[in-house]
């Protein structure tokens, strides 16, 4: 049974039976629901009821297929028209991959087709329609298929009726130059098979993540709670208020809490496909709301969820791109991925390792670089081509790139700009004369370059790393990219899949990331429920906080991070200790952990797990540059959905409601 309501009267009909009886009935219940005329009634059945498909599409290509009676459901395609006797139009598959076509004629054989021909002739392309014909063999053309919708060559329809289930509108016009804004994302979805097979590649990808976790490693799908409590893990929540005055819920930024208390919970090995939320400061390929891949285990370490992790990323790999990736991956610590790349998330198909080279340099061209006392000066070799370029074509280019927007940040970086140098063997001492001999020797054997290179000086703080990247790690991505745009080189190609370890357990905190907005100018770097990797760490929290390494790794696709995890505090009085004295996090802060606390004090086992960012994968193993591209209904870049306008705002019956009220912006 279904049900189609009109008003508030629901008419129930049995669409699985055909014939006069159930017509009588939808009469009946029609009558009931006080419809407005008989014509209302008339035009409103045909489109609720059809015949059901006796084919796929997709299956008629075989040429054997015998010459039957047939009843197919897709949508109209553009109609050509022989004659005003004779049309031909292709009718597309429900998922818009294939294609049969359709004969409709005005003398077709017993009359059949002369109603249907002129309903044809009414309907608009786009149309979801119910085809019934007979099937018939067809000499296969030399027709090439319809851009990206594979077309059945061998078999074609002779039209004996067609039903319009709900016609497309005449005034959305559909060319194959036609971009839909966001707005109607319906339409982007419907008219871009490169969106319509993102969306199903996922969808694929995730049935394999399930199956890898729960058949080859025993893991347990565990739904975790989406109405939670607002608690300083280190980024902003959206808060969801209730009708309990001063009351509210926040929505998870993961399930990072609720997988630990699973763990002191039995739960050996926990994952779900879970929706996280928050609320950071809009950039260009953030999500407010996103998909994480989020798993756990307990009595383990890091070393046996990265091997789980190897296990599933190589498995999707290979089915679904058909690629093999090393076994193992290739691992690096934070210190020495800071150090060679500047970046914690290097993209190591690019080469460009980074020296540190203050020694080398004389002090004249240190002062010419930075004016700041004590700075490390580090330097990088940029390649245009595989071996000599122009010295001219180089200059070009990077006096190019320095006048853009693109190169005003590293123009302007407070600790001085880049010291740009052309490796030209018809200058003294190639190009490198403000090296000095020794100086210009000593660089020539660490970096051998060839004539138009380009050697890259930068100077920065003398201090330990934190963060993401450092200065000549950001002008190293800047300088490959713009070389990629201008044609000068060919983008990278493959997957380098790489493991971040090591990571400070604590970095300083500020302004802009409060952290867990503790009194000690720290925050964590991951969150502060990660262990210290050693007992030496262990002591460091007792002596020196901001020296000890978290037992925490990232995984890093191509310049990606496609997702972060750690091995656990499973010890309450280690957690507490943590929060109260490194942290130096308010009492009523540390309360609000306290369901965590009294989880691990039960005799929570060692756990450790990871998530990776299900959507960024997706996008990585795709080629896409935007996550956008792989999600069906995203956000905006000012997290708005365009099409059905939310956020919306809030009115003067919701604010009573939920003991709201909009503060003036003097207060």
Known sequence: MSSVEFGTVIVQANWTTTGNYVERRFQKAAQKANFRSAQTRAELWPFLSFSPATHEIRNLQRPDFPRQEVVLHGYLGSRTDLSKNLYFVPLLSKDLRHSIQIVSSAKSVGGRGHLAHQKLKDLSSNTPVVVKGLLKVRVPAASKDLGDIEKIKTQEVELWDVQNLNEFPKDIIVTPETVFPPEQRHLQIRQDKKLRDALAFRSKSAAICRDVLSNDFGFTEVETPVLFKSTPEGAREFIVPTRQRGMAYALPQSPQQFKQ???????SKYYQLARCFRDEDHRADRQPEFTQLDLEMSFASGEDVMACIESLVRRLWEDMLEIKLPSPFLRMTYHQAMSKFGS??????????????????????????TQREDPILEVMLFQLGANDSDPGTTRRFINSFLDSPEGSPFNNNK??????FVYNTKEPLQGLAPFGFEAAEEIEKLLDPNPGDLIV????????FHGGSTMIGNLRLALHKAAVVQGLISAPKGFEPLWITDFPLFSPSSASEPGQGGAAGLASTHHPFTSPKSAEDVDRLLSNPSKVIGEHYDLVMNGVELGGGSRRIHNAEMQRYIMEEVLKMPPKRIEEFSHLLEALRAGCPPHAGIALGFDRLIAVMLGRDSVRDVIAFPKSGKGEDMMVKSPSRLTEDILKTYHLRIRKEEE
């Open 415 to 420: 600790y001085g700009g880049p010291g740009i």
């Open 457 to 464: 000086l930068q100077a920065r703080k003398n201090q330990d």
């Open 261 to 267: 208390i699973l763990m002191a919970s039995g739960i």
């Open 344 to 369: 914690d998330k290097p993209d190591i198909r690019l080469g460009m390792p980074i020296h540190r080279v203050g020694h080398l340099l004389p002090d004249g061209l240190i002062r010419m670089v």
